[in-house]
């Protein structure tokens, strides 16, 4: 086995523990026993808190910015399909080549978006207040893993798999995590809004 | 801030280590650092000052908690920009978190994630109360809870005083020298509670709930030990405080053998003691807690009692409590009370669960220091009510009201101000 494959296979163990240490984390802190004569809306605020909850038309975060929600989903798919990829080129898996000019128009779109977001981070005075220098990193590893998977469905370049690594081994520690997080916190969420009957919203 | 001792931020931390729970360890780690709840704090809309956005507190307490209790933040600090608790981020939290956040938990329902940052900012205020930072004038109204049973200090000679005139007013009013406001009754129906503004500056709203009660021929009582609904120690984080002061009314319940605890119309008061007391007391409440705005609308609904609508010739709009409606989930009553009790009624834009909090929520009126930032922040609120062209502004939360009063004046909105059982009281028909 080629010596980049090594080190891919090695980081893919080191990332899927980590997560699995945060997924053991958040089901060990899991929710204590809330005392307080629950509404019972929590089953249905559950679901509406990963479903209509994320409706882009009922969040600010989604409405009032439109081009950086935009970029972000399209951003994030294009790193869905790039993790998929990873599996499909190290498996051998040969289906994505009847459609790789999709695959590669997709994944140059998600570049420029992820691109965008960094200038975005770099230059408002806003994010910067907040940023950190994982930000940074974070953000520089999906967008260099996306451009090499790019380049690597047209040519086989070892330096895909050098990419690949470095962000696997980074996720559990850096915000990359919040991809287990996530799940986690609609539902803690959901949890305290279900509890107390404010989802799911009753239409008046 | 001056040098902190290693025992007080050792309290500190330990606040962080100890709320280490699900809720808190997902928030913590969750935020992404994208800015976008920006736009829905009020104290960045109003102000535009970018230490203000939601995301910066989630910061500032993430950087600290880190720091301490993560491999990251331990190993590699600069990395994720993790800081010591010290004096300089001591200070940094108690202007954040004290004098720019009303708790309102707005922001996480619009945030990308949903990081229950108002959770975040409470813990917060926690640690700060541990180590003793609670902003002084905070601080005396637990302190007078505490010491006289109510945070106003109204002595209970005086309460007693005013609950008296109130029942000869009542008594004239519907023409029925048996009419009354029981005191210390034991084995009513219901126990009902004040905010202790009522006795102090706002009398006609218990006139208004006592010709209610009257109406709907209740058996109910009021006790002049432990009335007060409020629960400021929820505000300053103080978790023992806060306790001392539920489990006084929960021992009054038992003590009058009550089988319901009707709260009043304060959003907080119903949020301290139905949902945050029986954890705070850890233990389930034996007896049914509902607000007075559940009460008015069975009242109404079952036909207990009879309103008018057509008595209200002004338009009406309301006022949703952050507390009540999005930490309370009680969003549909008043608006069912409003459709039975006014012909006009406009709603402001957003409203329920997404209302505006009017800026005097978290204990922000208490607080003497950010009284410039408070009506600031407020401006949002008088936009939307000058936008609905409403005469009249409900909002059934004595705290709300008396920022809307201070609003009204400071932006000349010339609206009159109500409580919901004010405008139930005024369309109710005695029979
Ligand atoms: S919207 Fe949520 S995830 Fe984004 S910065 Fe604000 S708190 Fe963090
Ligand atoms: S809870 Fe309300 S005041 Fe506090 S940060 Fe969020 S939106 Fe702003």
Redesign the interface.
């Known amino acids: 086995m080629k010596w980049y494959l090594v080190i891919t296979y090695i980081s893919l163990v080191v990332c899927i523990a980590g997560c699995l240490y945060h997924v053991i984390q958040i089901i060990r802190h899991r929710k204590t026993r809330d005392f307080s004569k629950s509404a019972d809306t929590v089953g249905s605020a559950i679901t509406y808190s990963f479903t209509k909850a994320m409706n882009p038309a009922r969040k600010e975060s989604a409405y009032l910015h439109v081009p950086t929600y935009i970029a972000g989903m399209l951003y994030h798919l294009g790193t869905f399909l790039s993790a998929v990829l990873l599996f499909v080129f190290l498996f051998s898996i040969d289906l994505y080549r009847t459609i790789e000019l999709f695959i590669s128009v997709f994944l140059m779109v998600s570049i420029l978006c992820g691109t965008a977001i960094l200038v975005k981070r770099i230059f408002s005075k806003l994010l910067r207040e907040i940023t950190v220098i994982d930000d940074y990193i974070s953000n520089i590893l999906v967008t260099a893993f996306q451009v090499c998977t790019l380049v690597y469905i047209h040519f086989s370049l070892p330096v895909y798999y050098i990419a690949a690594s470095a962000l696997l081994l980074y996720i559990p520690f850096g915000k990359l995590r919040h991809a287990v997080y996530f799940f986690a916190a609609r539902y803690y969420l959901s949890l305290f809004y279900g509890h107390r009957g404010t989802w799911p919203p009753i239409k008046h | 801030m001056e040098h902190l001792s290693t025992h007080t931020i050792e309290k500190g931390l330990e606040i962080l280590r100890k709320f280490?729970?699900?809720?808190f360890?997902?928030?913590i780690?969750?935020?992404?650092?994208?800015?976008?709840?920006?736009?829905?704090c009020m104290y960045y809309v109003s102000m535009k000052e970018?230490?203000f956005?939601p995301?910066?507190k989630?910061?500032l307490i993430e950087?600290i908690y880190k720091r301490y209790y993560t491999?990251?933040g331990r190993t590699f600090p600069?990395?994720?920009?993790a800081k010591e608790l010290n004096g300089e981020t001591t200070a940094e939290l108690i202007d954040l978190f004290y004098g720019a956040c009303t708790l309102c938990g707005r922001c996480?329902?619009?945030?990308?994630?949903?990081?229950?940052i108002a959770?975040l900012v409470s813990i917060g205020r926690a640690m700060l109360a541990e180590m003793g930072l609670t902003p002084p004038t905070l601080q005396s109204t637990v302190d007078a809870a505490l010491t006289s049973g109510n945070n106003m200090r109204i002595a209970t000679d005086d309460f007693v005083e005013t609950l008296k005139w109130l029942e000869e007013e009542l008594r004239d009013e519907v023409n029925d020298p048996d009419a009354s406001i029981p005191l210390n009754e034991k084995d009513r129906n219901l126990l009902y509670t004040l905010n202790p503004r009522e006795p102090k500056f706002f009398p006609l709203s218990i006139s208004a709930m006592a010709k209610i009660f009257y109406a709907a021929r209740e058996s109910w009582t009021i006790s002049t030990h432990m009335y007060d609904v409020t629960n400021y120690a929820f505000f300053t984080g103080n978790l023992n405080e806060a306790r001392i002061i539920a489990q006084r009314m929960l021992d009054e319940v038992k003590k009058l053998n009550c089988r319901e605890l009707i709260l009043a119309e304060c959003g907080h008061g119903e949020r301290a003691f139905?949902?945050?007391?029986?954890?705070y007391?850890?233990?389930?409440?034996d007896f049914p807690?509902r607000t007075s705005v559940e009460l008015l609308a069975q009242y109404i609904a079952s036909g207990r009692i009879k309103v008018d609508k057509t008595l209200m010739k002004e338009k009406v709009t309301l006022h949703d409590p952050c507390n009540l409606?999005?930490?309370?989930?009680?969003?549909?009553e008043q608006?069912y009370i409003l459709s039975k009790t006014v012909t006009d009624f406009v709603e402001m834009n957003p409203h329920?669960?997404d209302n505006l909090c009017c800026g005097g929520g978290g204990g922000q009126l208490s607080m003497s220091e950010y009284n410039e930032r408070r009506m600031k922040i407020g401006e949002l609120k008088a936009e939307q009510i000058k936008k609905t062209g409403a005469s009249v502004v409900v909002s059934p939360c004595h705290n709300c009201v008396d920022q809307l009063l201070q609003l009204n004046s400071y932006y000349k909105l010339r609206v009159k101000i109500k409580t919901l059982a004010e405008l139930v009281a005024e369309a109710l028909v005695l029979e």
């Open positions: 280490d729970d699900g809720r360890l997902t928030s780690n969750s935020c992404v650092h994208c800015g976008l709840c920006a736009d829905s970018n230490a956005i995301a910066k989630v910061a950087s491999f990251t600069k990395l994720i920009h996480n329902i619009h945030c990308a994630i949903g990081v229950d959770y139905r949902w945050e007391a029986p954890n007391l850890q233990t389930n409440f807690v409606v999005r930490s309370g989930g009680i969003i549909q608006r329920g669960a």
